[in-house]
């Protein structure tokens, strides 16, 4: 099981079962990329792998932030998948993370060949778990229509049930259409739903790991 | 491809024996086809074909060329390629779906094409969930909550969700591998332009 209640304050989040993926849903700035963030490196803290797949940062940026969350990060145990299609297609090394090259947020084929072969390289530096964060739907929805993302998603959740990771995937509220986003919903087992409460600040309620949605609550 | 007919393999292979011998040991399960070389191959090549047996090493075209070629054309088909030597991981990034070592033995050959056609089956589910999850989506964005709750209509649809569900994550045993995983999505990407 992983133990997400420390980011998040959930009771839903604290058991996550093995192979869940997670969609983290809100509109712009209201913190969904680095909450994604801090799952990731929460985990890597107590030594699991992350796999991070940007569509946004660049790459040496992701392997900063993760530094500054988690100081005693070994480079083995990140691994990114750049698809801002501004790099060079080779892989590369920053700061002893391996970084794969993609070339555009529409390459399903090279991000997921990206995905397995971090993967590998964290299955390979003896690490069993794991978290992924895809940052995010909303960019690749740009780049190909939504029934491509829905099967995407799909897909790729089906791969990290088998490799017993958690994956969560960040996407816009605000830039979509209702119908776009109960769709892509459906490829997910659980939702992390975040708006803007009155009067400021942000609240949070999760759906679809617990037998019942939470309350909103804010954060 | 109706139900009643058989799924259709092409073998191209430029040693006859070879050929033959995958052909006596398909025959019995599926529509065979042979080509000779790379050019032959291409020529029998039509959207009815579901799995491509391609030797790497021929005279005139090679494997590669051919593979290039299939990818081109965006035909659904997915392909194994044959080889003397056992890829290395590159291999994902090469194009095809599976890669089968000569010498061959007839378990390993139909392991490998069910696999294939097992990904292609799991691809029109996927697409079949996808319809349903869409209407489902489109009547929730469109109805109040009241009214979905006295709709007959997305009651019987969310059960066909449900069950849709189950059978993409059992009957096909999920994706477990990366080869699966890989051919899975380059799939995905084939379809795009439907």
């Not at chain 1, 929460?42 to 792998?49: F, H, P, Q, S, W």
């Not at chain 1, 530094?67 to 698809?83: F, M």
């Not at chain 2, 589910?125 to 109805?143: D, F, G, I, W």
């Not at chain 2, 209509?153 to 849709?164: A, F």
Request: net charge negative; proline share 3%; aromatic share 6%.
């Amino acid at each position: 099981m992983y133990d997400l209640s420390s980011v998040l304050d959930f009771d839903a989040l604290a058991e996550v079962r093995p192979g869940s993926s997670i969609l983290v849903s809100g509109p712009a700035m209201t913190g969904k990329e680095s909450l994604a963030y801090d799952i990731l490196a929460d985990g890597a803290r107590d030594g699991d792998g992350a796999v991070v797949v940007t569509t946004g940062d660049k790459a040496s940026s992701v392997v900063d932030e993760f530094r500054d969350r988690v100081p005693e990060l070994q480079g083995a145990q990140l691994g990114v998948i750049d698809c801002r299609g501004e790099g060079g297609s080779d892989p590369e090394v920053i700061d002893g993370v391996s970084v794969h090259q993609v070339s555009s947020p529409g390459d399903l084929t090279g991000i997921g060949i990206g995905i397995t072969k971090a993967l590998e390289g964290l299955h390979d530096s003896g690490r069993e778990r794991g978290r992924l964060a895809l940052v995010s739907l909303s960019t690749m929805l740009t780049y190909t229509d939504k029934k491509t993302v829905f099967k995407f998603c799909h897909v790729l959740s089906s791969r990290l049930d088998a490799a017993g990771y958690i994956g969560v995937f960040t996407i816009d509220s605000g830039a979509h259409d209702q119908q776009t986003i109960q769709v892509i919903k459906q490829a997910f087992d659980g939702l992390i739903d975040i708006r803007e409460a009155d009067g400021g600040g942000r609240q949070v309620r999760v759906l679809g790991l617990a037998n019942e949605p939470t309350d909103w609550k804010k954060i | 491809m109706s139900e009643s007919d058989p799924p259709v393999v092409l073998i191209v292979e430029d040693e006859p024996d070879v050929a033959e011998t995958y052909k006596l040991w398909l025959q019995g399960d599926y529509e065979v086809r042979m080509g000779q070389n790379g050019d032959e191959g291409l020529e029998l090549l039509d959207e009815t074909v579901d799995v491509v047996l391609l030797d790497r090493m021929m005279p005139g075209l090679s494997g590669d060329e051919v593979l290039r070629e299939i990818r081109e054309r965006d035909l659904g088909c997915r392909v194994a390629m044959v080889t003397a030597v056992e890829p290395d991981f590159d291999i994902l990034e090469m194009g095809f779906d599976a890669y089968l070592s000569k010498p061959i033995r007839s378990e390993q050959l139909h392991d490998t094409v069910t696999n294939l056609l097992e990904r292609s089956e799991y691809d029109s589910l996927l697409q079949e969930y996808y319809a349903l999850v869409e209407k489902q989506a489109t009547l929730e964005a469109t109805k109040s909550s009241a009214e979905l709750a006295e709709s007959d209509q997305y009651e019987k649809l969310t059960e066909e969700i449900v069950e849709m569900r189950e059978g993409l994550d059992d009957a096909l045993g999920g994706v477990e591998d990366d080869d699966d995983f890989i051919a899975t999505l380059r799939g995905l990407s084939d379809n795009e332009e439907e």
